[in-house]
């Protein structure tokens, strides 16, 4: 089954099931484990009511796009559901590394010195460590966040030597209308080079592709919840 034909689901509990359905079809494929891939359902705009009916389901690993509106509905739904994983997976600005560092476990879109020096700074004062991810622009489209491939490695040993982040793999976007897998397997080239076992890669459309190039993380939004329109400013 291609993760084209599962979207526009009006439940979400049938599209999470679907999905799983078609994560775990795409890792046998690929002679893989499905408990390998962690399913990031990317909830960008979809209510509380909505996500609290998809954790009752059984989901447990969430990826918002904006700090905001993180904030404004996660907390309650975390004091509820402790075991929730909140990811963020749209750009951060170094201003609202404060807030992130408090609410994400996981940061996905690491992509320049002065974040880095602000998630460092933040982390020591909380005593909290997200783990992170170098967002690579494989791409190298100029509207697009993220390093460029060829300032990756360089990048990375900045993250870790200078400023002493928990970098623990890659994320990437391709290309709009691109093939995705010159660049699923561009992001992994340059994760196995740096000991990286993170691979945050693929969405509602190209999921199991990127599984089939060693995705670990998969964002998928769309496919669970139902085409949506993009938040005001544009989608992330």
Request: overall charge neutral; aromatic content about 4%; proline content about 8%.
């Amino acid at each position: 089954m291609r993760a084209t034909e599962i979207l526009h689901r009006p439940d979400p509990t049938t599209g999470l099931e679907t999905v799983r359905r078609a994560v775990e079809d795409a890792c046998t494929r690929a002679g893989r484990d499905p408990r390998s891939v962690t399913l990031v359902a990317a909830s960008k705009t979809v209510p509380a009511e909505v996500l609290e009916r998809t954790v009752e389901a059984g989901l447990s690993v969430f990826g918002e796009n904006r700090v905001q509106e993180a904030k404004a509905k996660w907390p309650p739904l975390r004091e509820r559901f402790p075991a929730l994983e909140l990811h963020l997976i749209g750009p951060l600005q170094s201003n609202k590394a404060r807030e992130a560092v408090a609410l994400f476990d996981v940061i996905h879109s690491v992509d320049r010195p002065g974040l880095c020096e602000a998630l460092a700074r933040q982390s020591e004062r909380q005593g909290r460590r997200p783990r992170l991810f170098v967002q690579v622009n494989t791409g190298a489209e100029p509207q697009k966040a993220g390093v460029l491939p060829d300032d990756a490695d360089a990048f990375l040993t900045t993250c870790r030597q200078s400023y002493g982040l928990d970098v623990v793999g890659l994320m990437c976007i391709p290309p709009a209308g691109a093939p995705p897998e010159p660049h699923f397997e561009l992001l992994a080239s340059i994760a196995a080079r740096n000991g990286l076992a993170g691979l945050s890669m693929g969405m509602s459309t190209d999921f199991a592709e990127a599984i089939a190039c060693g995705a670990t993380h998969v964002r998928v939004g769309s496919a669970i919840f139902g085409s949506r329109p993009p938040a005001r400013g544009g989608a992330v």
